[in-house]
Structures are given as C-alpha cells and as structure tokens.
C-alpha cells in the first residue's frame, strides 16, 4: 500500500508562485511514473504535468509556466508553479504508478487559488 502526503497549495495572486509537494511512503516502493492532475467543479480531471525516467510531460496550458520535479532518494514529486493565472484554480492532485505490482495512487487533493 501507498500513501500520499500532498502539501503547498494555498491562496495566491495572479503572477505568483506554488511549490506543490507529493511525498510517497510504503514499504519497497518503486515508483514509475509521478505527476499532477488538476480538476475544477463540473469538469473532468486533467493532466497537468508528468515525469518518468524518459522525460516530463505538461500541458499546452502550463508549458513555459509550470516545472515538474522528482527526488528519487525522497520518494517525492514536485511542481514549481510559476506565472500563475486565474484559470490555475482547481484541486490538485498527485498521481504515481508503482511498478510491481502495477498500478497507481491519488492523493487527498490541494487547493489552489489564484485570485486578487
């Protein structure tokens, strides 16, 4: 079993930044691929950025703005949220696939607000 810890988000102005944290814990984790997902009330939940041993993935929406991160030693994922815009809003989800057996986790989910 897998369990995610999530922390960072939290009320901010446009322009401003977010560092979202997801720290994994479990006994012999290997962990594949980690990343975030966002979702606002009435839509469906999207992918924000993602990162694996062959690169990172983000949205169109987030490129240039938003930077994925991981510490393989930690067992953490990170996204650097910079440039932020109202339409950021939503909860924030982390995302990570174990290898053996192969499968995947959610966090609990963090706010982020982006208004003045």
């Known amino acids: 079993q897998v369990q995610l810890v999530e922390s960072g988000g939290g009320l901010v102005q446009p322009g401003g930044s977010l560092r979202l944290s997801c720290a994994a814990a479990?006994?012999?984790?290997?962990?594949?691929?980690m990343g975030w997902y966002r979702q606002v009330p009435g839509k469906e939940r999207e992918l924000v950025a993602s990162?694996?041993?062959?690169?990172?993935t983000y949205a169109d929406s987030v490129k240039g703005r938003f930077t994925i991160s991981r510490d393989n030693a930690k067992n953490t994922v990170y996204l650097q949220m910079n440039s932020l815009k109202p339409e950021d809003t939503a909860v924030y989800y982390c995302?990570?696939?174990?290898?053996?057996?192969?499968?995947?986790?959610w966090g609990q989910g963090t706010q982020v607000t982006v208004s003045s």
């Open positions: 479990g006994s012999g984790l290997s962990l594949n691929a």
């Open positions: 995302n990570v696939w174990t290898t053996c057996p192969r499968r995947d986790y």
């Open positions: 990162v694996t041993s062959g690169g990172r």
